[in-house]
């Protein structure tokens, strides 16, 4: 909790400081843009933070959604697909090449992030491939009405993704820190072995938790490719494995496994979704904005690492205090 | 006290941990050329004497003097300087590196000149020499990994004299050595104390400090508890100034004399491990039979033990279980059968030590306090409550981290797991290693107390003592072979030996 507690404290000012220099980041559209972007980007965070917390990794993301927006293009323009069909398809490839990745990493026993690797490689390679490395669209098909208001419509003033990011989270929250699967999932991560001695079945506990994050990529990637509406095979989606990542990071995800919570994958990824509004509102050439991402992310990182150091050698010091006393008595 | 020059004095030595008292005024005097043998019980304070002496601690009180001299030990490196060296109970080379680069490691000699490269002309010559004076047959470019572990032991032996140790500590150095290597091991021994090197031999092996020893120093709960000299160090001696007590004392509750004659509850045929795939396995424990499991480490115990509780693959296993055939293939299939492990290595896979003690507890049987999945949290804490009562781990809460508990008490924690069910079958690995006498007999009278209710038990144990203390029956393996089952009538510590070093055949 004190974890979730210092890197919301530091969103807060964080937002203070950019309203105070540039009132207009506090102007409804920003804060509906801001909040588009945290949906769609938070979505498959919580998926690579569940991964995480089984001590794994997943680097394929950014390619598996450049490959299913040009599926779905396809789909949707050419093959004459239907919503309901294509939207199925889409977040079923996606959990069917998870499950790949899982059962090669737990029957296999193969690292995560070979494993994901490749697949970001071969992802890409054959989104490429695919469509002639020619970009993919929707321009303005009719019938596609549903999928445009998921990406860029608004209830009640808020955006879908948003919409769809909280009743997303709700369902994990109580699965990750609630139920016998959430429980599990910490058990395995932070140590398998004794898991296993205790009868959990941890290869289908981590095999499960990739799926899981295929299906959310999937719906991320969905949102994404009707927010740009065009998908161009090489570039889209480029590096947002990396968001997700970071953002589970700075929300207290250990990449050792067996440690994370939700609301902390929350808090990262709206993090560096205002880190890069900040950029945008605050002046600084777009081209610094990886750069000043890289260097908050650090310091939040090294920050925690600091006090936790610190909070150890003290209880330390307690201790030798406590038996000194117990020596002279 | 010797006639001999010391070469090490610790005088008034005292250690407290948080709530324990480690050392209690303990002194050590070491003479040149001299082999003391350390010994006492588990927890009696023999680590701790020797980790202050190696600069891995700090002493609280008490002085410690080489050659006359007061010195301060802060590291390991320092210790090394002054001439001590450590050979350890868990080999600690790295099997990475070639023969050479272990024994130089940390001390690499270095070519003249700028680059300062590593002098490997000269480390191989000089290992080659040191080897040759172990009688090791081994080249020095040899990569670690291929050799034996009594090899790689005298690797290590190799690296203390190489850094010009005086004083060498030996921590149960033949425990995984089979006769013929122990013989060889206590033969360099010897050696070296010819050539004036003194020797601190940590050892459970009787008859090797009867063997050996110049001198034989005992600690008991933390104390001196006496010294014995050369030819009247015999090991009815030892033992009785170790326990400082009747052995029949501590095993309360011991066993009945009106017990199941064996007859199979639980029955385990044709087991052929991975890692003996040439030898089968099988024997059987009555209802409400404890039996025992005895042998050197590395006999093959703790894989019959994994085994049967489905966490490693067999090539061949079958397992009935009051007549009705099993079939196991992981820990689920056990669990669901009511056979439990309480593994050898508590914090690797007995708990998850960041865990805390309602979490660990509730793991296996998770989903009786749920429903729908979800769990359900007033029941869990009142099932971790209850348990922690019924058991009396003594934690302030069941909130508290597993890691924080004393090794009793976690290993509490874990039986605590297992009898959240109705256990059939409950096998302890090594239960008692690294546990203060206290929490040692209220697990062996757990043990007991689950056999008389009827379960049957298994206990892996490399104390002698305690094998002979809690079994009804002890079986005894050599190398990947049952090389014999005694019935409580031919207990007696030489004959379990006997078994335990295939001296037998």
């Keep these: 909790m004190k974890k979730e507690l210092g890197i919301f404290v530091l969103l807060i000012v964080l937002c203070i400081i950019v309203s105070v220099i540039n009132p207009n980041f506090l102007l409804a559209i920003n804060l509906q843009n801001l909040a588009r972007q945290i949906g769609a980007f938070g979505i498959f965070s919580i998926g690579l933070g569940l991964v995480i917390i089984t001590g794994g990794i997943e680097l394929s993301v950014g390619s598996m959604m450049a490959l299913l927006g040009v599926l779905l293009s396809m789909m949707l323009t050419e093959w004459r697909f239907g919503v309901p069909l294509a939207v199925l398809a889409c977040i079923a490839i996606a959990m069917v090449l998870t499950l790949g990745h899982g059962l090669l990493i737990t029957r296999l ?24 490395d020619e970009t993919k669209g929707f321009g303005t098909v009719a019938g596609l009405d549903f999928l445009r208001f998921l990406a860029n419509g608004n209830l009640f003033y808020i955006p879908m993704p948003f919409v769809l990011l909280i009743i997303i989270s709700v369902v994990t929250w109580v699965a990750l820190h609630r139920s016998v699967y959430g429980r599990y999932l910490f058990a395995t991560g932070r140590n398998a072995e004794a898991a296993r001695y205790a009868g959990i079945n941890t290869n289908q506990i981590i095999t499960f938790t990739y799926v899981i994050a295929g299906a959310l990529t999937a719906i991320s990637g969905i949102i994404f490719a009707f927010y740009t509406n065009s998908v161009s095979p090489a570039n889209h989606g480029n590096a947002y494995e990396l968001y997700g990542i970071a953002a589970a990071v700075l929300g207290g995800c250990s990449l050792r496994g067996g440690e994370g919570s939700v609301i902390g994958i929350l808090i990262g990824t709206a993090l560096l979704q205002v880190l890069r509004n900040l950029v945008n509102l605050l002046g600084i050439p777009s081209s610094l904005d990886f750069a000043v991402m890289g260097a908050v992310i650090l310091l939040g990182v090294m920050a925690d690492q600091i006090f936790t150091e610190r909070r150890n050698r003290r209880q330390v010091a307690l201790m030798r205090q406590s038996s000194a006393l117990g020596e002279q008595s | ?29 070491v003479g040149v050329g001299e082999i003391v043998a350390l010994i006492g019980e588990n927890g009696a304070g023999k680590s701790t004497l020797m980790k202050i002496l190696g600069g891995a601690i700090s002493r609280d009180s008490g002085t410690v003097k080489i050659d006359g001299q007061p010195v301060e ?85 190799a690296r203390a004299l190489s850094a010009g140790a005086r004083i060498i500590i030996m921590d149960e150095p033949t425990s995984s050595l089979t006769l013929s290597e122990t013989r060889r091991l206590l033969e360099i021994t010897k050696d070296l104390k010819a050539e004036n090197v003194s020797i601190i031999y940590i050892s459970h092996r009787m008859h090797e400090v009867e063997e050996i020893a110049d001198r034989a120093v005992v600690l008991r709960d933390g104390k001196n508890a006496g010294e014995i000299e050369g030819g009247e160090i015999t090991h009815e001696r030892m033992v009785r100034m170790m326990v400082g007590r009747d052995l029949k004392d501590f095993f309360k509750g011991a066993p009945a004399e ?87 290595d ?102 007991r107390k689950l056999a008389a209710e009827g379960v049957s038990v298994i206990v892996i144990s490399s104390e002698m003592e305690e094998v002979l203390g809690i079994s009804d029956r002890i079986a005894v393996m050599h190398e990947g072979r049952l090389t014999g089952i005694l019935e409580r009538a031919a207990f007696s510590e030489e004959a379990v030996m006997r078994l335990a070093t295939g001296t037998n055949d």
């Design chain 2, 346 to 447: 508590r914090r690797l896979s007995g708990l998850i030590v960041d865990f805390n003690v309602r979490e660990n507890i509730t793991l296996p049987n998770l989903e009786s306090y749920s429903s729908a999945k979800i769990i359900n949290r007033n029941k869990e804490v009142v099932a971790a409550r209850e348990a922690v009562k019924a058991i009396n781990i003594k934690t302030p809460t069941p909130e508290m981290r597993a890691a924080n508990l004393s090794g009793g008490n976690q290993q509490k924690v874990v039986l605590a797991k297992w009898l959240t069910f109705s256990p059939r079958v409950l096998i302890f690995d090594e239960p008692t290693r690294g546990i203060d006498v206290g929490a040692k007999s209220e697990i062996y009278q757990l043990i």
């Design chain 1, 109 to 132: 026993n193969m690292q995560p992030f070979i494993v994901t690797l490749c697949g970001l490689l071969f992802y890409r390679g054959l989104a490429r491939f695919i469509t002639n």
């Design chain 2, 258 to 344: 009106k017990r199941t004659n064996g007859a199979g509850a639980f029955e385990v045929r044709r087991l052929r491990t991975l890692r003996y795939p040439n030898h089968q396995i099988s024997f059987n424990v009555g209802k409400g039979e404890v039996l025992g499991f005895a042998g050197l480490v590395g006999a093959g115990r703790s894989e019959v033990a994994r085994a049967i509780f489905g966490v490693d693959e067999t090539i061949e296993v079958e397992v009935a279980l009051n007549g009705q055939e099993l079939r196991i293939n992981d820990p689920q299939d056990a669990i669901t059968h009511g056979i439990y492990l309480v593994p050898e």
């Design chain 2, 73 to 157: 030990v802060r590291s390991p490196r320092e210790a090394s300087a002054l001439g001590i060296e450590f050979i350890h109970q868990e080999l600690s080379v790295l099997d990475n590196l070639d023969v050479a680069a272990n024994i130089f490691l940390r001390r690499e000699p270095t070519t003249a000149g700028f680059l300062k490269l590593i002098d490997r002309k000269r480390i191989y010559r000089e290992s080659d020499e040191i080897l040759r004076r172990l009688g090791l047959r081994v080249a020095s470019r040899t990569p670690l990994a291929q050799l034996s572990l009594a090899q790689q032991q005298l690797v290590e032996i």
């Design chain 2, 1 to 29: 006290m010797t006639a001999r020059v010391p070469i090490l004095e610790m005088e008034g030595i005292s250690k407290r941990f948080p709530g324990v008292v480690a050392l209690d005024n303990v002194s050590l005097t």
